[in-house]
Structure formats: C-alpha cells, structure tokens
C-alpha cells in the first residue's frame, strides 16, 4: 500500500478531490499554505494500492495544469522606512508536488 500526498493550488482542489473519490479512492483534504507566494494551497492525503498509482498520477496531472498568473509583491526600501511599492510579477502557479510513500500499517478503527 501507498500514501501518496499531492500538494496542489487550492483553485484545484474540489475538482481533483471529486474526481479521485469518483474513480474509488479515499482522500483527505488538508488546506496549507505556501512558502514562495504565501497563497493559499491544498494538501491531499490518498491511500492506494501500489498498481494504482499511475492512475492516481493521471487524474492529477489530467486537472492540475500549469497556468500563468500576475501577482503583486510588495517591496520595500530600507532607505525609506515605512515605504513599500507593489511589483507585479508574471508567475506559473498550478501543477502539483507529488510525493509517494510506503505505508508499514493501514487499519480503519
């Protein structure tokens, strides 16, 4: 058995989650938050069976596209205590951190 834990942009998430639980896979949905953009992101737990991978991994790359998107950043000037201007900044955000682990022990209790 394996525990995979995707790491996905909130805007993805309710999309993703009903279709995982749509193909029969138990999720648990984690909300999170980034570090580089400080937004708002989503954790999903799944348990599968180690044939069932791949398939997990396509529906998430099926629906977790990439996508462009302009966010403001401040900046501040040490110079000018106080003073901070916004910079837009053209970023990808989207796609989905994977990771797949091994489970020693599954029980529902």
Request: net charge negative; hydrophobic share 40%; with cysteine.
């Amino acid at each position: 058995m394996k525990l995979i834990i995707a790491v996905i942009q909130k805007d993805d998430a309710s999309m993703l989650s009903s279709a995982l639980v749509e193909q029969g896979f138990s999720v648990t949905k984690l909300s999170t938050t980034g570090g580089f953009l400080t937004t708002g992101n989503t954790t999903l737990l799944i348990g599968t069976e180690d044939e069932k991978i791949g398939q997990v991994k396509e529906i998430i790359k099926s629906i977790c596209q990439t996508r462009e998107q302009i966010v403001s950043t401040p900046i501040s000037y040490s110079y000018m205590e106080g003073s901070s201007v916004s910079c837009d900044v053209n970023v990808k955000v989207g796609g989905a951190t994977v990771f797949v682990l091994d489970v020693e022990e599954f029980k529902k209790l």
